[in-house]
C-alpha cells in the first residue's frame, strides 16, 4: 500500500498528537521494576510491555522513530525495540506515564467499554508467540515531519 486511506492517515495524526496512555498496572509493574533495571533483560521487560498493547504501540513507536533512518527494516518485536533502546534509556523515555484509567477518569462508561474490549483486542498471554508483537505498520511523524507515515513505505 503506497498511500493509505485518508481516515486511516487521520486517526494516525489523531492519535500521534498526544502520547498513549497505559494501563495503570503497566505503570505501577515498571515502577517496581525501575530499581532492579540492571538485572532485567529485553525478553523480560518485553513480557511485561507485551500485557499492554498500548504500552506496546508505544515501545514499537518509539524504536522506529528513533532507528528508522539507520535500519533497513522496521522493528517488529517489543524484544528487539527494547534491545535497540536499552533497558535504562527505555526507563528514562518511559517515566510518568500517564494512564487510562487517569484520562478516563472522568468518564466511566468510556473506562468500562475500554475495558470489556481490551481482552477481545488484545488476545491473552498465552495466545501469543512468546516476546513477539504483531509489528508496528504506522510510526507517528518524525521531528519536522507533518504527516504519519507507513512504515512499510520504508522499506
Known sequence: MSHPHPMVSAW???????????????REALA?????SDRLDANALAQ?????PLMAVRVLTEAQQRFSARLSRTVE????????LGI??????????????????SQPQALAGFRAA???????????????????RWACP???????RAAASRR
Open 118 to 136: 481490551l481482552p477481545h483486542a488484545w488476545p491473552p498471554r498465552s495466545s501469543r508467540p512468546p516476546a513477539r508483537s504483531s509489528g508496528c
Open 32 to 36: 517496581a521494576l525501575r530499581p532492579r
Open 77 to 84: 518485536t517489543v524484544t528487539a525495540a527494547l534491545v535497540l
Open 88 to 105: 535504562d534509556p527505555f526507563f528514562a523515555t518511559f517515566s510518568g506515564l500517564d494512564t487510562v484509567e487517569e484520562r478516563l477518569a
Open 12 to 26: 494516525a495524526a489523531r492519535l500521534c498528537a498526544r502520547p498513549l496512555p497505559v494501563l495503570g498496572a503497566t
Open 142 to 148: 518524525s521531528p519536522g515531519s507533518s504527516t504519519p
Open 48 to 52: 511485561l510491555v507485551l500485557q499492554d
